[in-house]
Structure formats: C-alpha cells, structure tokens
C-alpha cells in the first residue's frame, strides 16, 4: 500500500502572488555574516528582517536600472553604428581623412574605429544657429 506524505522542505508557493501580509522567508549563512547584518541593520535603527529585505529590494532596483541602462547604451551605439557609418568605416579604414572643421580649420583623422568616421561627418557640416 502507498501512503502519501507532504515534503517538509518542498516550497510552499500557491498563493503567495496575491498575499498582502509579509512572509517569513530563512536562509543559512555564515554567523560573521549574520552578525554583520545585524551590526548595519542595528546602525540604521532597523531589525535585521528589515534591513535584509531593503538589500533584497535594492538589489532587484539596481538590476533593472541596470537591465534598462544597458538597454539605453545599446540603443544609442545602434544609432551612432548605423549601417552607413559601418559601411564608410569600412571603405575608409586605415586611411586618413582631411576635412574643414566648421571653424574652417582643416583637420586629418585617421580612420580606426566607426567614431571615427562619426567624427568627421558631425564636424563636416556647418550648422547655422
């Protein structure tokens, strides 16, 4: 005969998503770490649950500040790697370019990276303000 049992250490989640009371979650650590969570949580005028859960929720906001900076930077790399500087990058690299600044000096860069070629086209045009 079988007999079902209930896994003491099985995670009990059902439900949680729609709780609005706190929970206790525990985890084993290190006691010089305990005691020096306890010692920051004790400066702050915190318990040591709450000073654990605002390291927890920093750290979830710092990951997505994160995940959305990194995001940003991708962004604005593609914008300034566009497929037409990549391609006059590549037809121009290696070689030096002579233009006039819109200060009417003349300049030579010479062509190593995609920034490059940014630099030269964005100092090429003279823009009245």
Known sequence: MFSTSINPKALHLEGLDTMTKKVTVGFKCNP????????????????LSEFVENL???????TQGGTMEIKNLKEQIAFYENDIIK????????????????????LNIKIEDPKDVFTVIINSYKIKI
């Open 87 to 106: 391609k006059i990058f590549r037809e121009y690299k290696g070689q030096t370019l002579s233009f006039q600044n819109p200060s009417g000096k003349d």
């Open 32 to 47: 010089k770490v305990k005691l020096k969570l306890a010692g920051e949580a004790s400066k702050l005028g915190l318990t």
């Open 56 to 62: 927890l929720l920093n750290l979830e906001n710092e």
